[in-house]
Every structure is written in structure tokens, then in C-alpha cells.
């Protein structure tokens, strides 16, 4: 049995960076008074959070102990992922903060506000640089990645935000449209992402790991091992290209087609009563999207490390 039977991206980070990035879009644009109105004044802090927290939680069963993932977060100074975790917690308590504000302070908030906008997003770009920062994974090596993490997160935030606001009174119109332009220029992001990633290659091969390329293509006789491991399983998957095309016209279809007629129909009919109801589908199939999108995003990486168990190009 190949190992490409068998391995699979990781599922409980595919659901956290998705539900988590659209949380923290939320929360960055109600720290910027945006996105903040719904049948309740808490309900879009409360979803904002509920992502967050759905995330992180499904992101535990990616741990093989997650008792000790608070030991992680000494190492900041070095490591992207210990800032994640350090900055996931400063942002939501800069949230629960500023949430205080606004509800026992009876108004302001603007200075806190605009603290939990920055720690959200830097969570979000950290999130990003967890990948982005890998030399050994030249599909990811690009200040795009960090750029299609940022753009999903403020468009499902702004999608959630339109939504609520269809929720309560009427739908917002600026939100609608700023939400219009956000889901355009984060699939435009993630369309110039394919397009790199569809040529990146690392620059190692057998011959330059080995030093043995003055004689010739080397020839892999026997793998390291035959049982998987941690990158076998999680680096090493393979996905046929015509899979891969129609995964992807997926993604644009729930990611962003749905979402924009959905949005196109708040704009001509905001006060319809289907328009709440038509906006929430929207958010839901952009959130579906987004999982099939970050999918792909693990699936079609190829780490370097994959030379040495027989891969052509990495």
C-alpha cells in the first residue's frame, strides 16, 4: 500500500484556521465599529468568539497531548506558532475588554477597539507565518499566504457581519459592500496563489541532497522507512489534478458565488424577509468554501522532505 493511500491533510487544523479566521475577521471589524449590529447587541460579539473558540477547540485533537500545548507558548520569540497562541490569547482578552467598555462604559471603547483589530488580524497573519515561514514547503513560501489568510478572515467576518445586521433591523448597506469587495479581492488573492503554486519547486532534489547529481540522476532503492510518520502523513499526500480542478471550482462556486448572489440580493431587497435567512446560507456556503479551499491548501503541498521517499520534484 502506497503512502498516498493512506495519509490526509489534517482536518481539525482545516476547521480551525477556517473557523477562527472568519471569528477573528468578525472581531477585528466590530473592534473598528463594523459589523457590530444584529437582533441583540451581543450577537455578533458572541459569534465572533463561538468561531474562535469552535476553532480552537477542534484544533486540540490535532495535539498528541493537549495538556501541554501551554508550554508552547515560551517559545514566541522564535516560533510562529507559539505567537499564534500568545496572540490568540491576548486578542480575546483585549475583546472581552473592550466588549466591558462598550457595554458597562456606556460607549467609547474606540482606543480598545482598535487594539482587538490589531491583535486579531496579527493572530491571523501568525496563523499564516506557521506556513508561510517554511522554506521546505515552496508552494507556501510566499507573502501571498499571510495576504489569502487576512483577506478570508475580513471577508467571512464582513458576510457574518451582513447577515446579522439583515438579523436586525435592515442589512447594512456598507457592509454589504465592502463584504462584495472583500470576497473579490480575496479569491483574486487565492487565484494568483494557485497560479504560483502550480509552478513552485523547491530547489533541492536527490542529486543536490546526496551529492552524488556529477553521476548522474539518482535512484531511490529503498525508502528511510516503511512505516508513516508525522510528514508522511500530513506532507506526503497526493491528489490527482483532475481532482484537484474540479475541488477548486468548488471552493469559488460556495466560496464566493454563493455568497455574492447572496449579498447581490440583500443589496436589491434589503427589507425582504428571505434576506436574513439568504444572507446566513451565504455565510454558511463561504465558510464551506473556505474548508475546501484550506483542503487543497494542505493536500497540494509537497515538502522537500518527500525526495527521499521517492517523489520526483518537491
Do not use: C
Not at 477542534?58 to 514566541?76: D, Y
Not at 494557485?194 to 548522474?216: I, Q
Not at 468548488?250 to 427589507?271: K, T, V
Amino acid at each position: 500500500m502506497r503512502w498516498a493511500d493512506v495519509v490526509y491533510p489534517a482536518y481539525s487544523i482545516i476547521i480551525f484556521t477556517t473557523l477562527s479566521g472568519a471569528g477573528f475577521g468578525l472581531m477585528a471589524l466590530i473592534g473598528l465599529g463594523i459589523g457590530g449590529s444584529g437582533p441583540h447587541p451581543l450577537a455578533a460579539p458572541a459569534l465572533a468568539g463561538g468561531l474562535v473558540v469552535a476553532g480552537l477547540i477542534a484544533s486540540t485533537s490535532h495535539l498528541g497531548h493537549p495538556e501541554r500545548a501551554w508550554r508552547a507558548l515560551g517559545q514566541w520569540r522564535s516560533s510562529w506558532l507559539s505567537r499564534e497562541g500568545v496572540l490568540t490569547l491576548a486578542a480575546l482578552l483585549a475583546f472581552a475588554v473592550h466588549m466591558a467598555i462598550i457595554v458597562y462604559g456606556h460607549g467609547g471603547g474606540m482606543v480598545s477597539g482598535l487594539v482587538v483589530a490589531v491583535l486579531a488580524l496579527s493572530t491571523v497573519y501568525a496563523t499564516a507565518m506557521i506556513y508561510a515561514s517554511l522554506a521546505t514547503v515552496a508552494q507556501w513560501k510566499t507573502p501571498l499566504t499571510p495576504l489569502v489568510y487576512i483577506a478570508f478572515a475580513l471577508a467571512g467576518g464582513l458576510l457574518a457581519g451582513a447577515a446579522l445586521s439583515a438579523a436586525g433591523i435592515a442589512p447594512s448597506l456598507p457592509v454589504i459592500l465592502a463584504a462584495m469587495a472583500m470576497l473579490a479581492i480575496a479569491w483574486a488573492l487565492k487565484m494568483a496563489w494557485w497560479r504560483r503554486a502550480a509552478t513552485a519547486r523547491s530547489a533541492s532534489t536527490p542529486e543536490t541532497a546526496t551529492g552524488l547529481g556529477g553521476f548522474g540522476a539518482v535512484r531511490l532503492l529503498e525508502r528511510p522507512h516503511w512505516q508513516e510518520n508525522y510528514l508522511t502523513r500530513e506532507m506526503g499526500y497526493r491528489v490527482a489534478r483532475k481532482h484537484a480542478a474540479r475541488l477548486k471550482v468548488i471552493a469559488m462556486l460556495a466560496g464566493a458565488a454563493l455568497p455574492f448572489l447572496a449579498l447581490l440580493f440583500a443589496f436589491a431587497y434589503p427589507f425582504s424577509p428571505l434576506t436574513a435567512g439568504i444572507l446566513t446560507l451565504g455565510f454558511i456556503a463561504h465558510l464551506f468554501g473556505v474548508l475546501v479551499e484550506r483542503w487543497l491548501f494542505f493536500a497540494e503541498a509537497k515538502h522537500t522532505m518527500m525526495l527521499y521517499y521517492g517523489a520526483a520534484t518537491a
